[in-house]
């Protein structure tokens, strides 16, 4: 993003958005294996959250029939039947993470394979926490490791904001592994072909300030 993040501060200097007009995993339509899979929509979070830290106010994710990257199959193309791709879980929680309102974005976690950003609503008499985001990049393939050897990084969340003055949500993106295509889920809840939601929401607890993050998971904190 280094490109973008001059050319988005020169642009947004000069009063106008900086938009991202066409991106995505890997070009000539991802690659299989890899923009395809549940690592995808990790790694999307984290893609998407670091542009909107840069001031880049819209990116578009390029997408068509048969594409390896995209995130809704339309029809049944070859073996690859209709419905969700791995990538649609990613923005479903970066849409949640974001609401329907304008939104500032800043980092507050960046190492090689963890990141975390807080989400700020924009008031007109200051900001407001509303969310953070929490990204394990660590590379976990359930083919060839057990479950119970899957590592994970544990975050302290401060005090004021699981206390009893403050009601925080866990929601999880979460699947076997970095590798799968399948059984992929948000808060307990999937996406079926026809597009409904199945299953009921699941929002998890902050117990005494500390949440954990799976390797190849998500994790968003929503200040309810």
């Known amino acids: 993003m280094n490109y ?41 979070v984290d893609y998407a959250l670091y542009s909107a830290s840069l001031n880049i106010s819209n990116i578009y994710w390029h997408m068509g029939v048969g594409y390896r990257y995209s995130a809704w199959q339309a029809i049944q193309n070859g073996t690859t039947l209709p419905g969700p791709r791995p990538l649609y879980y990613g923005n479903w929680l970066v849409a949640t993470a974001l609401g329907d309102s304008e939104a500032q974005v800043v980092p507050i976690v960046n190492t090689t394979s963890l990141a975390g950003y807080a989400v700020y609503s924009s008031r007109r008499h200051g900001s407001e926490l509303k969310s953070i985001v929490l990204v394990n990049m660590d590379v976990f393939n359930a083919t060839s490791t057990p479950e119970a050897q899957r590592p994970s990084v544990e975050f302290t969340v401060p005090q004021e904001l699981w206390s009893k003055n403050c009601k925080v949500s866990v929601r999880r993106l979460t699947a076997a592994g ?47």
């Open 178 to 224: 970095a590798e799968v295509q399948e059984g992929i889920a948000f808060a307990g809840r999937t996406i079926a072909p026809d597009g409904t939601i199945a299953g009921r929401e699941t929002k998890e607890s902050v117990v005494s300030g500390v949440v954990n993050v799976k390797a190849s998971e998500v994790v968003l904190l929503m200040l309810d």
């Open 4 to 44: 973008h993040m001059r050319a988005s501060a020169y642009t947004v200097s000069k009063g106008l958005p900086y938009v991202i007009g066409e991106t995505n995993s890997i070009a000539c339509q991802g690659l299989a294996g890899v923009s395809d899979v549940f690592g995808a929509a990790v790694w999307s």
